[in-house]
Every structure is written in structure tokens, then in C-alpha cells.
């Protein structure tokens, strides 16, 4: 079992970053792949970025591809999703996910029924 717990979100103008982290409970969390993904209001939750469970192997919604980062520490069971150039329509709840490994082939997970263990959620709000 695994508990994900994300913080670092909150309100920021248009063009300014904020840095989420996603801390994980469990000694297996360094076998996991991580993911972000986000919800805004009416809308179905969107796959952001994910990483294997090395950290050698990243992916990007093209949404996002340029100008946000994940990066994970598996020193500290944290996984992070640094945010750059923000805009209005990045506002959602932000969520991080893991992965139990199943393949040796796919390190990387992009949709979210891939995922087993979920957070609660983080804000973030970009003001125009």
C-alpha cells in the first residue's frame, strides 16, 4: 500500500511557476512509476507527465511539453512536477499517481487506469 500526499499548490499570475511535490509513503515507492495528472472544473481528468521508476525515462502531455518538469527523489519518496510559464488554463486540481510495476517493457504510464494508488489533490490557480 501507498499514500500519496501532494502540496506546493496555490494561486500564481499567468507566467509564474510553482513546484508541487508529492510525498509517498512505503519502502517499495523507487520500484514505482509516478505520474501527474490534473482536473479542471467540468472537465475529465488530464494526463500531465510521468516518469519511470529510475527517473531516465519522462514523458509529456504536449499541453504541458516545454514548460513543466518531473523529476522524482527516490532517496525522499518524493516525486516533483515543476511548473514554469504557467497560464489560466493550467487551473485544476493537480493529482500525482503510482504505478506498480508490472512490464519490463513499459516504464512509463500515461493513462490513469495504468495507476493504483492516487492523492488527494493539489490546487493551483493562475490568475490572467
Known amino acids: 500500500q501507498v499514500q500519496l500526499v501532494e502540496s506546493g499548490g496555490g494561486l500564481v499570475q499567468a507566467g509564474g511557476s510553482l513546484r508541487l511535490s508529492c510525498a509517498a509513503s512505503?519502502?517499495?515507492?523507487?520500484?514505482?512509476?509516478m505520474g501527474w495528472f490534473r482536473q479542471a472544473p467540468g472537465r475529465e481528468r488530464e494526463y500531465i507527465a510521468a516518469?519511470?521508476?529510475?527517473?531516465?525515462?519522462?514523458d509529456y502531455a504536449d499541453s504541458v511539453k516545454g514548460r513543466f518538469a518531473i523529476s522524482r527523489d527516490n532517496a525522499k519518496n518524493t516525486v516533483y512536477l515543476q511548473m514554469d510559464s504557467l497560464r489560466p488554463e493550467d487551473t485544476a486540481v493537480y493529482y500525482c499517481a503510482a504505478a506498480r510495476p508490472r512490464s519490463s517493457i513499459v516504464l512509463v504510464h500515461t493513462t490513469s487506469d495504468e495507476y493504483d494508488y492516487w492523492g488527494q489533490g493539489t490546487q493551483v490557480t493562475v490568475s490572467s
Open positions: 516518469i519511470s521508476w529510475s527517473g531516465e525515462i519522462t
Open positions: 512505503g519502502r517499495t515507492f523507487s520500484s514505482y512509476g
